[in-house]
């Protein structure tokens, strides 16, 4: 499987943003990268996932860098409520029935 | 906004003793999935099913552990004979399709099991 690194923590101001940096230089050309959190005390949650083009949603933005080695989840405007454990995974199609999380990083916001 | 829930929210059962963690997926999805996070560390798959079949299980999903979907909604995991170490939150996922463009998976709350 190919794996990614994600640093440990990361702290931001409230309303400010976060980048969230994600290495995955053995990326396969067909691997999708997918981002999921994980609240406390609850179960993982989608946030947003690409194949190579840049991505938006109400939730954040993925930039994925040109050689795709690597790949930012954006949020732009932190609140209290996205304190969580961010994961990047990459996805094997056709079929990867799993996901493989990792430990992730861990997203403090300061109020 | 359709969720996945997940019954009963704490399971403290003894060791030895058989366990079924419950789980009603989204009404429309087809893809049903569990896993398991114990305290402090990493979420680990366990098993996907589609079908009425397994479709992939992991090296922790041996002979104690089954699933099935009895009915149109319900989803379980039974784990026959619980051990100490099966003490984790057991989080029940299900998703609409499964080609990875289009595969995002919708997670429950969580049973926390825990086996003395």
């Known amino acids: ?111 | 906004e359709p969720e996945v829930t997940q019954t009963p929210s704490h399971q403290v059962t003894q060791m030895g003793q058989e366990v079924i963690l419950r789980c009603v997926p989204i009404s429309n999805h087809l893809y049903f999935y569990w896993y398991r996070q114990i305290l402090g560390q990493k979420v680990e798959f366990l098993v996907s099913f589609y079908n009425n079949e397994i479709s992939e299980k992991s090296e922790i999903f041996d002979d104690q552990f089954s699933v099935e979907r009895p009915d149109g909604s319900n989803f379980t995991l039974k784990i026959r004979s619980t051990k100490l170490e099966d003490s984790a939150m057991y989080f029940c996922a299900s998703s609409e399709v499964l080609q990875i463009a289009k595969n995002i998976q919708y997670f429950g709350a969580g049973t926390r099991l825990s086996v003395l």
């Open chain 1, 1 to 111: 499987d190919a794996k990614t690194t994600q640093p440990n923590s990361m702290e931001s101001n409230e309303e400010e943003p976060v980048h969230l940096p994600c290495n995955h230089s053995t990326i396969s050309g067909t691997d999708y990268i997918h981002w999921y959190r994980q609240l406390p005390s609850q179960g993982p949650e989608y946030v947003i996932h690409g194949l190579t083009s840049n991505v938006n949603n109400r939730m954040a933005s993925l930039e994925i860098a040109e050689d795709r080695k690597s790949s930012t989840l954006i949020l732009h405007r932190a609140t209290l409520r996205d304190a969580a454990v961010y994961y990047c995974i990459l996805r094997d199609p056709p079929n990867d029935y799993k996901l493989s999380f990792g430990a992730g990083t861990t997203v403090t916001v300061r109020a």
